[in-house]
């Protein structure tokens, strides 16, 4: 393993694929529905699809900030899950409601558990330095 701000290829490529898999749920969703419950979720998975290329972007070139860019997009999309939970509730629908909270809470502990294993293995390795340039002789 190599230290935290080196690059981190598979991460970002599914980081990738996941903020593109949202651009064409963006893309996907009828543009023409304009109730405020469609508005509001589009621009939600729209601002997820653009957090999931930040944190690829993050972790393809060893940003400093990788691991917490990859925090933030688990909580946001944990979140995304989360809040129509209630809409669920004020229905009486209790058995989606908890289908709501499980998927949440697996989608919020197991990714961070594992952005948290990635961070703590990459910090405990030691930082390789570059070798200094040989400069020609004249």
């Not at 509001?40 to 690829?56: H, K, P, S």
């Amino acid at each position: 393993m190599a230290h935290p701000s080196a690059s981190r290829p598979v991460p970002a490529l599914c980081l990738g694929v996941y903020g593109a898999l949202l651009a064409w749920l963006v893309y996907a969703m009828n543009a023409a529905d304009l109730r405020p419950g469609e508005v509001a979720f589009r621009g939600a998975v729209a601002c997820a699809c653009a957090l999931a290329w930040i944190a690829a972007e993050a972790m393809l070139h060893g940003r400093p900030w990788a691991f917490r860019a990859a925090q933030a997009l688990t909580l946001c999309t944990a979140m995304g899950i989360l809040i129509p939970t209630g809409a669920l509730l004020a229905r009486g629908e209790l058995e989606k409601a908890l289908l709501e909270i499980a998927g949440a809470a697996f989608v919020g502990v197991t990714g961070l558990a594992v952005i948290d294993d990635a961070r703590t293995s990459a910090a405990g390795q030691p930082r390789l330095r570059p070798r200094p340039r040989q400069r020609p002789q004249p």
